[in-house]
């Protein structure tokens, strides 16, 4: 065999291989909190790890997750210090990130124990005062919480039990004492952000009651992706997913009882 057969065989395979070798795979990075069910954990075991995997490869990507805390500065901390590129759950109209199409729309909900014979199901039902009432706190007074809003507008402020939003995170399922206290007696019904609400009530033995509350606008928000405010080709790139696996969505979200209502659209993904 010449020596120029030699060269021009070694070339040819070389040729080859790097042609069979694999490019650099995308990754697309979530910012998630590692303890937050049933949103997300550093198991994958939430819904936002799993609609992240789907439309991370939808987009021909794999989903990365940078854990960090849901606490003060998550946002600045996180995409805003370059860590990921995508936050999978915020409000459709959050402004210190540029939001996607929203995926889902969910609302408050009143939690109850499921035999109860006249279930309250609006904060006007006269039978709401006298109640112990399990509430969601962002901060020491509450006052900056929906629900909080809305019983201090009609003066029911005794009987309140409040439960910090993020939970006593050195434990697992930091939010689930908002919902266990109905089955454990400890309050006689809560006011619970939706998702929360269906995951947990339906994991109590026997299921709770929850009742949406529609009526009220500010007891309702979208929830979308959110990305860094130049990124506006890579909203629209996961605005195009989000489209494409509307089902897939509604399929997860449904393996975890999580009941949507109508969309809120967000300008800033348009």
């Not at 936002?48 to 960090?68: C, P």
């Not at 014979?117 to 006052?143: C, E, Y």
């Not at 029911?156 to 434990?171: A, E, H, L, P, R």
């Not at 004492?177 to 006689?188: K, L, Q, S, T």
């Amino acid at each position: 065999m010449s020596s120029r057969f030699n060269r021009a065989f070694l070339l040819a395979i070389g040729a080859v291989a790097l042609s069979a070798a694999p490019s650099h795979a995308r990754e697309l990075k979530f910012c998630a909190d590692p303890n937050n069910m049933p949103f997300s954990n550093d198991r994958g075991e939430g819904f936002e790890n799993r609609i992240a995997t789907l439309i991370a490869a939808d987009m021909g990507a794999t989903a990365t997750f940078v854990w960090t805390p849901e606490w003060r500065g998550f946002i600045r901390k996180g995409l805003g210090a370059g860590l990921c590129d995508v936050v999978p759950g915020v409000p459709v109209d959050f402004q210190r990130v540029r939001p996607t199409k929203p995926y889902y729309t969910a609302s408050y909900a009143f939690v109850q124990p499921a035999g109860t014979s006249a279930p309250i199901t609006s904060f006007d039902d006269a039978s709401l005062r006298g109640k112990r009432i399990g509430v969601q706190l962002v901060g020491n007074d509450g006052a900056n919480t929906p629900p909080m809003t809305e019983l201090a507008r009609r003066g029911i402020t005794n009987g309140i039990k409040g439960y910090m939003v993020f939970g006593d995170w050195s434990k697992p399922d930091p939010l689930l004492p908002v919902v266990e206290g109905i089955a454990r007696g400890d309050v006689d019904i809560s006011v619970v952000w939706g998702p929360v609400a269906d995951y947990y009530a339906a994991r109590q033995t026997p299921p709770l009651r929850v009742t949406h509350i529609s009526d009220i606008p500010d007891m309702t928000f979208s929830i979308s992706m959110g990305v860094r405010k130049p990124d506006m080709a890579l909203a629209e790139e996961i605005n195009r997913s989000l489209d494409r696996r509307q089902a897939d969505i509604r399929n997860i979200l449904a393996d975890y009882h999580i009941q949507t209502s109508a969309m809120k659209k967000s300008a800033a993904a348009e």
